[in-house]
């Protein structure tokens, strides 16, 4: 493990706007930082798991617009940002009046990152790097962006936001298209088109679905 993943964090990211959400700063990769070229080698070997937390995903931002110009969904609930990241998704629930902020990300690195950029937009989201996944917990709406990119994780969470949906919580999923998206069970919520960057997608352009999953 690299020693600390606060300086990291600081001295490999740039403060930035996502392109979908102007209100919110992030500590970011950038192509003037651009830690996600740096090979899996490299950053193994600084004992530094592959950076995740140091982008927007499209997926995120899409659950992050749709938050924040509906901020109802999450006034005064109880909320949990599933696989976080850089705790965009956290970070608009807490902004929006959500009654608690509960980021969960395995990643330590994403851990820390949560908590420098819920600080930097004056937000109070608690991160934690519990592996929730199965888990029962105080949580009224439960949110999550891209995360289904891997199958076996794509497998294990869905059962898993299928049994909260079903148990009467509102469960929405962020989701620009990913080869393992489940292929029912899933409301169709709105649309929003999302400017990516070619590091990370095959497009310049991701079309980024929220989908509630249904109650039956
Ligand atoms: C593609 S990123 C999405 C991050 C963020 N939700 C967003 O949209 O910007 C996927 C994240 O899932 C996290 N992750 C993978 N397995 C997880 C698990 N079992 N519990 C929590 N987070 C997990 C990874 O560490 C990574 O940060």
Redesign the pocket.
Known sequence: MHKDPRTFIEANTAVETPPLIPEIRLHLATEIVPIWQATEADLAHLGI?PP??A???????A?ARYILDNPDIVADKRVL??????G??AIAAAKSGAASVTA????PF?ATAIDINATLNATTVTATQD???GQDGPWDVIL????C?EQP?SD??TRWLRGLSRDGRTVLL?DPGRTYLPKDGLDWVVRYAVKTTRELEDTDVRNAVVWKFSKD
């Not at 999550?144 to 995360?147: H, N, R």
């Open positions: 798991p995740y937390w982008f927007a995903w499209a997926g995120g931002q659950v940002d599933f696989a976080s990241g850089c965009l998704v969960c990300d395995i990643d994403a592996d929730l996944i999550a962006g891209d995360i990119y994780l294990r969470v962020g």
